[in-house]
């Protein structure tokens, strides 16, 4: 194909994506994959200019209005943003504007990923609601809109006053709509924003009413009140609009910068959907001068956060078991970039999240991987089934030793209960020998594979026999000297590990890593928690009737029990040796921690609290007792606030800590 039919392709393809996107709310491809179509239609329009069409998507802000809701006129055109995606974009941008005015103030805004909305108000009253449409003209959505309780419907202001922002519906009205829609048989919505936009377009404003939506305002076009970006801003929070209170004033594009990669790392805590950072000249004077083009301003700049989500093709489903014998359905992908990685995996959950989704082997998929998460298939894409997709059948056996697999009343998930199960003792051993365990370097999931299938190991006692077989080790195929030197090596050096390592790795049902150092603090000896009863365990802070049952269990089975003696012949330790939990302003206190800390990492921040006796709690409520907060701290703060938990800043955090 050449240049130009490409780009004639991209017009139209790129008109039918802004039609499901905004008119549908029912988008088939990731935002991610939009904005690289749009840059390479608007690569192609520069190239050929003569080719211009006033009516390709670069050239206007909006979509097609739906006809149930009346027209109504912008006073003023409704505006998108242009896009930057790096850094360097972002210098480049800001050096135009730097180059002609010198330093400057700049307001740096969450872009929240909702519908855009401008609310119109006479005499103090709430005249209006209108969407964006096609940026010219948009919905009257008044009825909708005025469910929405944050909105204020009098202002003590006598004027016309304009206010843009956006609509937006909290990721935990999302989730309970979508459980809803779930249970009812209904479609679910592919994320908060289409949900959000969805909502707005319900001719019965009892539905908007029902769900959750709230609203961030952004923007009040040509503002009288104020000379600033930022002043406008307090000035409508004064008149009672809900202003985003991480909003701030920086100069320097390096410190915006730093900000930006700080949020990319918190934006999953905030209760909202953010898809980047908008970055505004903040004196009014210089964002007139500077104008803006018929789609945009050029004041002002969006940085959106690299795509988490991508599209590609479910080559086929296949089953893991893990060590508990739980069996995971997993997808295997046509291969897709995602956040700097070449993703091939992605895991399906369960049975029920398949069939709910509806998602078959050759179906088009979005996949997501969200920082550090497992990626993860979050929808499958019914518009793109040419017929050859076939729903997927959970198998009832185990995939690895054939034994019948069970679904408990209580899970979503299969497991295989057959303990001879090759994939679940494999697994386990390595489990025992991972880092949070006994921490045998050498010894993972594909090496005690290969010892097993050669009758060298099949249980964790087994590791300690591996001394004794060096002959057989090296006549494996690639195994060096040097390797084999370093594992026993590992080996005996786990034999001195404190007593939390060896509890973790036995994998005893409901007892992880926090769990295992809590019963090896109090118990100080292997002995001391074999003979504990129910009673004695229950009491303990932390460990529930569950757990505690679960490890009376454990313990009560003859084979652990002689488990247990075979260690201590080997050598390895069976006590506690960390130190004591010393009291502090801690002790006992749940704490959260939100935004992000300066000196510390999330996980040193909560090691240390649970050091000192601290429970750490990822969500704020009147169980609290300290909320620790970082830079961008948001709505837990907020929340903490309003509930009068009390708030420890993170300066005031490291004082405690000296005292
Ligand atoms: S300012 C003339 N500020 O992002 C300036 N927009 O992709 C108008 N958005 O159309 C927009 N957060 O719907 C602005 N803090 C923010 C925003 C924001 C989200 C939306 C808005 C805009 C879209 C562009």
């Not at 948009?138 to 909708?144: F, R």
């Not at 997808?331 to 995996?345: I, N």
């Not at 998602?359 to 050859?388: F, H, L, Q, W, Y």
């Not at 054939?402 to 057959?418: D, Q, T, V, W």
């Amino acid at each position: 194909m050449d240049k130009k039919e490409r780009l004639f392709e991209l017009r139209k393809l790129l008109k039918q994506y802004n039609y499901e996107y905004h008119t549908l709310d029912k988008p088939t491809i990731p935002d991610s994959e939009y904005d690289a179509l749009f840059r390479e239609l608007k690569d192609l329009e520069a190239m050929f200019p003569e080719e211009y069409d006033p009516t390709s998507v670069t050239e206007h802000a909006g979509y097609e209005v739906l006809s149930e809701f009346k027209k109504v006129r912008h006073d003023k055109p409704m505006l998108s943003l242009d896009n930057v995606f790096s850094y360097a974009e972002l210098k480049d941008w800001a050096k135009k504007i730097e180059d002609v005015y010198g330093a400057i103030d700049y307001a740096v805004e969450y872009k929240i990923d909702g519908l855009a909305m401008n609310l119109i108000y006479e005499d103090g009253k709430f005249l209006r609601a209108v969407t964006r449409g096609n940026g010219i003209e948009g919905e009257d959505v008044t009825s909708n809109v005025k469910t929405i309780a944050s909105i204020p419907k009098a202002i003590p202001y006598q004027y016309r006053y304009e206010i843009r922002g956006e609509i937006y519906m909290p990721k935990a009205s999302f989730e309970t709509l979508n459980a809803a829609r779930r249970q009812e048989g209904l479609e679910e919505f592919a994320n908060p924003r289409n949900a959000a936009a969805g909502s707005i377009r319900q001719l019965d404003s009892r539905i908007a009413a029902s769900r959750g939506l709230d609203g961030f305002w952004y923007y009040v076009p040509d503002d009288i009140n104020a000379s600033s970006h930022y002043d406008s801003l307090l000035y409508a929070k004064k008149l009672g609009f809900t202003i985003n209170d991480t909003t701030r004033v920086m100069k320097d594009i390096d410190e915006i910068y730093t900000y930006i990669e700080k949020v990319i790392t918190i934006r999953h805590d905030l209760p909202y959907e953010i898809d980047g950072i908008v970055i505004k000249v903040n004196d009014y004077r210089i964002q007139k001068e500077l104008g803006f083009t018929s789609r945009v301003p050029k004041w002002a700049i969006a940085y959106k956060f690299p795509p988490e989500e991508a599209s590609t093709i479910i080559e086929d489903i296949f089953i893991t078991v893990g060590r508990t014998g739980k069996c995971t359905p997993n997808a295997k992908l046509k291969s897709v970039k995602l956040q700097g990685s070449t993703v091939s995996y992605a895991t399906l959950h369960n049975e029920d999240n398949i069939r709910d989704k509806d998602i078959r082997i050759n179906d088009t998929v979005i996949v997501r991987k969200a920082g550090d998460i497992i990626p993860e298939v979050v929808r499958s894409i019914k518009e793109k089934r040419d017929g050859s997709q076939v729903p997927y059948e959970f198998p009832n056996v185990c995939p690895v030793c054939g034994a019948k697999i069970y679904r408990l009343a209580s899970e979503a998930a299969h497991y295989c209960i057959n303990s001879e199960c090759k994939a679940k003792i494999v697994e386990g051993i390595a489990h025992f020998a991972s880092r949070g365990a006994m921490n045998i370097d050498g010894l993972g999931v594909k090496r005690v594979q290969q010892f097993y299938e050669n009758g060298l190991i099949a249980s964790f006692e087994d590791i300690y026999t591996l001394q004794a077989k060096k002959d057989l080790i090296l006549a494996l195929d690639k195994f060096k000297e040097k390797s084999y030197q370093n594992l026993i090596e590992a080996i005996e050096n786990s034999k001195a590990n404190s007593l939390e390592h060896l509890i973790f790795g036995l994998g005893i049902r409901q007892v992880g890593e926090k769990a295992a150092k809590i019963l090896a603090a109090h118990f100080r000896h292997i002995d001391n928690i074999m003979n504990a009863t129910k009673e004695d365990l229950s009491m303990i802070n932390d460990i529930g009737d569950i757990t505690a049952e679960s490890i009376v269990d454990f313990f009560a089975d003859e084979h652990n029990r002689a488990m247990i003696n075979n260690f201590k012949l080997y050598g390895l330790n069976m006590t506690y040796q960390g130190s004591e939990i010393k009291e502090s302003p801690f002790t006992n206190k749940t704490c959260v921690l939100t935004g992000s800390l300066s000196h510390f990492t999330r996980a040193e921040a909560t090691d240390l609290l649970e050091s000192l006796g601290a429970k750490v709690s990822s969500s704020v409520s009147k169980r609290t007792d300290y909320v620790i907060y970082g830079e961008a701290a948001g709505s837990k703060l907020t929340k903490a606030k309003e509930l009068g938990v009390k708030t420890i800043s993170e300066e005031e955090f490291k004082e405690m800590l000296g005292s």
